[in-house]
């Protein structure tokens, strides 16, 4: 069975960071094209960070761009999304997604999705 599960969200104060996980079972993280995205109440699903499967290429919008970083670990078949100066707008429920071979920029186009992790930056 194929399966993804985040972790590491929580409660941060703005400017304070906390790093998610994607772990996978089931399949290679290697072979899939890796997305996070995010959703906060009453908006749409948006993307924030993916690694293309063969270049290991990784792109972000401007709104989490030099404040996000994303890595994968191909021993642990888990990917990381690293997120330093955190903003109250950066309140959402955080999915992890998998398709095959390159990003995009389409909820629609992830064939595995995880069960998300919420994380609320507030003082």
């Known amino acids: 069975q194929l399966q993804l599960v985040e972790s590491g969200g929580g409660l941060v104060q703005p400017g304070g960071s906390l790093r998610l996980s994607c772990a996978a079972s089931g399949f290679n993280l290697e072979n899939y094209a890796i997305g996070w995205f995010r959703q906060a109440p009453g908006k749409e699903r948006e993307g924030v960070s993916c690694i293309n499967r063969s270049d290991g290429i990784t792109t972000y919008p401007d709104s989490v761009k030099d404040r996000f970083t994303l890595s994968r670990h191909n021993g642990k078949n888990t990917v990381y999304l690293q997120m330093t100066s955190l903003k109250p707008d950066d309140t959402a429920v955080y999915y992890c997604?998998?398709?095959?071979?390159?990003?995009?920029?389409?909820?629609?186009?992830?064939?595995?999705w995880g069960q998300g992790t919420q994380v609320t930056v507030s003082s």
């Open positions: 997604a998998a398709r095959m071979h390159y990003c995009s920029v389409s909820v629609a186009e992830y064939d595995y």
